[in-house]
C-alpha cells in the first residue's frame, strides 16, 4: 500500500493547531479534535507555558519531511498520518515535560535523577517532616538484606 502524503500549506497553522488538540485533549476521557480554543487573559499565558509556540516548530520541522522542486529553490513539508500522530506524541509529552518543570520551579515538586532507571522522579515537597510518614524500621530493607538472602 502506498503511504499518503499531506502537503502543510501554513506550517505555523499547523504547529497552532496541534498545540490547541494537545492542550485540548490533556486529562480528557472525550476526544477534542477542534483546533480552536477559548481562553481568557490568564489562561493564554499558562498556555504559551505549556506549549510554546517556537518549542513546538522546532519539534515539528524536526518531524516532517521536506519536498524540494527540481532546482531546489522552493520546498514544501509533507507528512503522513502516521507522522502527524507521533507529533502529536511528542508534543504532549513537551507539555508534560514543562508542567512539571513549573511545579518545581513553583516550589511544589521536588525532583531526582534516578540513575536505575534513567529518568527523573517527581515526589511532592512536604512542608515539614511531620508531614513525612514514618516507615516501621521492620520492613525496611537495605541493599545488606538483600545480600544475606542471596547467600
Known sequence: MKKEYYVITDLEEFVKSLRIVVYNNFASNK????????????SEEEFEKCLNQQECLTIVKSKLKVQYNNSRTKYRYITTEKRTHQII???HSRMVSNLLSGLVSKGVLEMAFD???NDFVFWEKSKTNEDIPSVPKDIIIT???IDKEEK
Open 31 to 42: 476526544p477534542n479534535y477542534s483546533d480552536t480554543i477559548d481562553l481568557d487573559t490568564g
Open 89 to 91: 506524541e511528542l508534543l
Open 115 to 117: 540513575e536505575s532507571i
Open 143 to 145: 541493599n545488606k538484606d
